[in-house]
């Protein structure tokens, strides 16, 4: 009997993980992805006058600490958690090519 109620336990406690593994995956993605909008605009428009750059500058600064302490735990604990690397690579990419973008639009456009 306790056997079952041991092996119910397990399986309650594996499939509450694969569901926030899944929730942990979906986040980061959604959160990563968020700003792949942001980018193909600019793109596409050619401008970046509407962006913040204190905004830019804070978001590129967080997600490399961010990123950067993701990684450092990673390796403290031999435990990765990869949806979270993803999230700030992705983000960190984005990040950076807006911040390029406002630098090349700023020095083409006056208005900038």
């Known amino acids: 009997m306790y056997e079952a ?3 119910i336990n397990m399986l309650g406690e594996t499939l509450m993980g694969t569901l926030f593994e899944i929730l942990g995956w979906a986040g980061s993605l959604i959160l990563a992805l968020s700003a792949i909008p942001q980018c193909l605009k600019t793109y596409k428009t050619k401008s970046a006058k509407d962006l913040s750059w204190l905004f ?3 978001w590129l600064i967080g997600v490399i600490c961010l990123f950067s ?3 450092y735990t990673n390796i403290q604990t031999d ?3 990869y949806p979270l690397l993803a999230n700030y690579t992705i983000s960190s ?3 950076a090519f807006l911040v390029v ?3 090349c639009c700023q020095s083409t456009d006056p208005d900038n």
């Open 56 to 58: 830019l500058q804070m």
């Open 5 to 7: 109620v041991e092996a």
């Open 93 to 95: 990419l984005c990040a």
């Open 101 to 103: 973008a406002k630098l």
């Open 69 to 71: 302490y993701t990684i």
């Open 79 to 81: 435990v990765y958690q």
